[in-house]
């Protein structure tokens, strides 16, 4: 083949990482959350006070014109990111063997895994997915007869010790973070605060660990694929290496996100898209790999009940001047499929949602 990785790796000419990214002054919004820390989110229709109307503006702008952002004083203590980044490094440093206990399967998705696809061409990465909050069993779709859906049970390694505890605790401030996002969007949208939660009450959300070793292609491969996340709201923690590219709207172009320590990444997943009727839009993101180093990142998704439909929010439908742009879709079933096509490399594309989108 003439490559030094194996040909499952390597993508198409044209999705293929330049030599060098492109490093631009202008990248991604920096938002500092600050003035929560001060002022509550006002929750009653009330005027907010000047510091909160300037942060959801400068939200509203980064989720229209980009889909990306970049926060910095978030609340969330510095060793809760310290102590899970030190559980991953541990993790991945086991042997193989050990690793292999906890491997996911077709009937549960859960834990460790080195051979994902995005788009039908293999992951330079391994990673460790976890769910959040464990649900009872079976879960709630919204289809009778679903309940042979996936079961989501938690696969704790033995090693490192503090795994568990670290993932846990992490966990929580991230749902305390990701709660507050969904509010200050949900007022961008011109809508009361809390008017998204409720589709979060039995929420699927998940962590993943990623790896993603040193490449001896890192010109054919990719750390992750081009995609779009598929759920509410990510944040995402990254470490000092770099290597996360999102494509920029306005041309196209792939912009490196350049580590800031202490900050957190956040997009705009698919349902967003939706239930905004495409104010805002999943950006199209991927990860590059490079020839020395290893990297490690962390995204919290943030993902509703399986159960819910989604679809258009009404108060931001108009019969005439502003028509669903949507088909309903059931987030269980669209995130079953999703990850049964990341399991294994199938002949056609994987679902998405513009399959939803109504003919105009
Ligand atoms: O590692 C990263 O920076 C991003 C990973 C990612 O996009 C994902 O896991 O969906
Ligand atoms: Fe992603």
């Known amino acids: 083949m003439g490559s030094l990785v194996d040909p499952a790796f390597v993508q198409a000419p044209e999705h293929r ?9 202008v990248g991604i919004p920096l938002i500092d959350l600050s003035p929560l820390l001060h002022s509550p989110i006002p929750t009653d229709g009330g005027a907010a006070p000047p510091a909160i109307s300037s942060l959801l503006a400068e939200v509203e702008a980064a989720c229209r014109d980009w889909g ?25 440093a086991l042997p193989a063997e050990e690793k292999w206990q906890v491997k996911r399967d077709e009937v549960n998705p859960l834990g460790y895994y080195n051979t994902e696809h995005t788009k039908n061409v293999r992951d330079w ?14 879960l709630a779709l919204a289809e009778p007869g679903a309940d042979e859906f996936l079961s989501l049970r938690n696969r704790w390694p033995e090693h490192p010790p503090a795994f568990r505890e670290a993932c846990e605790k ?23 605060a809390k008017r998204l939660n409720g589709f979060f009450k039995d929420r699927a959300s998940f962590i993943r660990l990623n790896h993603y070793p040193p490449c001896p292609s890192p010109h054919l491969a990719l750390g992750v694929g081009r995609h ?13 290496v770099g290597g996360l590219d999102v494509k920029r709207r306005s041309d196209g172009e792939w912009i490196r996100v350049k ?27 991927r990860v590059s790999v490079n020839l020395e180093r290893e990297r490690f990142s962390i995204p919290f998704f943030f993902n509703p009940a399986l159960y819910v439909t989604v679809q258009p929010l009404d108060e931001l439908i108009d019969e005439k001047k502003r028509p669903a742009k949507y088909n309903a879709y059931n987030w269980g079933e669209f995130f079953k499929a999703r ?3 990341n399991f294994k490399k ?13 003919a105009v």
């Open 125 to 138: 990465k391994e990673v460790f997915d976890l769910i959040v909050e464990e649900l009872p069993v079976p």
């Open 228 to 240: 779009k996340d598929a759920g509410a709201l990510t944040i995402l923690a990254q470490d000092d």
């Open 259 to 285: 580590p800031i320590p202490n900050s957190y990444i956040i997009n705009v997943g698919d349902i967003i898209q939706v239930w905004s009727n495409d104010k805002y839009e999943s950006a199209e993101h």
């Open 17 to 25: 990482p330049k030599p060098t990214a492109t490093e631009t002054a």
């Open 346 to 358: 199938l002949e056609v594309e994987n679902v998405q949602i513009y399959h939803f989108k109504k």
């Open 339 to 341: 990850k049964n096509s």
């Open 68 to 92: 990306f952002f970049q926060v910095i004083n978030h609340g969330v203590p510095s060793e809760l990111l310290d102590n899970i980044m030190a559980a991953s490094k541990g993790f991945f």
């Open 170 to 192: 992490y966990t929580k401030a991230m749902n305390e973070l990701a709660f507050k996002l969904l509010e200050l969007i949900s007022l961008t949208l011109g809508l009361p």
